[in-house]
């Protein structure tokens, strides 16, 4: 699959309670144009990414309501879109309006990214904001149903970008790493949040060499 179908696949996705930042539009917080803005960023940082050697692709479950429903990037809140793109060298313009809005995990991980110069791309097992059927502005797990068209597009994303391994961020993560790409290096870190902090910053420090940290286990 090639980078401009892998995004109109991605744009095509329709769940019920679930946002897609590629062909929906917040009404609260989002301008007028950001589906296009966040479709124009993954597509120009999809095809950087085309024409390096990928160290990783980072995986995490979903896109948060604080961080990816915003930016439309994986482990990316607006605090860190442009950082985001600057490592790509690419531009993007910010689809959201108003203040600022941080997302815990998403400063973990670029508090650690900072510290990396390797190209790594950043995704989810699901790439879409699942939601409470009551609450847009509310985080849930995927479900089987979403989970399997995610991994579908996962394993695109492997195929198209071939990167020398996966980093797992998470159970749910490892479990669809395993299960789509069995040939590739795959790596499984604790997942930064609900105390998960201090384990992921030492499974990321040992596999990047940032510091002299306990070893890391490696998927079967």
């Known amino acids: 699959m090639q980078s401009n179908r892998f995004v109109e696949e991605l744009c095509s996705l ?8 590629y062909s929906h539009r917040c009404e609260v917080y ?24 990928v160290d990783a692709i980072w995986i995490g479950r ?7 429903r915003r930016t439309g990037l994986a482990l990316t809140d ?12 690419i531009t993007a313009r910010r689809p959201t309006k108003g203040g600022v809005v941080a997302e815990r995990t998403a400063s973990i991980i670029w508090a ?12 989810n097992v699901f790439p879409l904001h699942p939601h409470e059927a009551d609450d847009c502005f509310s985080n849930r797990s ?6 399997e068209a995610g ?10 970008l071939e990167p020398k391994r996966l980093i797992a961020i998470g159970n749910d993560a490892a479990a669809a790493a395993q299960r789509i790409a069995d040939d ?37």
């Open 14 to 21: 329709s769940f019920e309670n679930t946002f897609n930042p």
């Open 30 to 53: 989002d301008y007028a144009d950001a589906p296009k803005r966040r479709t124009a960023t993954l597509a120009a940082m999809l095809d950087a990414a085309c024409q390096v050697e």
């Open 62 to 68: 979903d896109l948060g309501y604080r961080g990816g």
């Open 78 to 89: 607006d605090v860190h879109i442009q950082q985001h793109a600057a490592r790509w060298d």
């Open 112 to 123: 650690l990214l900072t510290r990396i110069e390797s190209p790594i791309f950043l995704w």
């Open 142 to 147: 995927h479900n089987a149903r979403e989970r």
């Open 151 to 160: 991994e579908d597009l996962l394993f695109a994303l492997v195929e198209l």
């Open 184 to 220: 590739i290096p795959t790596y499984k870190v604790r997942h930064p949040s609900y105390g998960g902090q201090n384990d992921f910053i030492a499974q990321i420090s040992e596999l990047y060499s940032l510091d002299e940290v306990r070893p890391i286990g490696r998927l079967l």
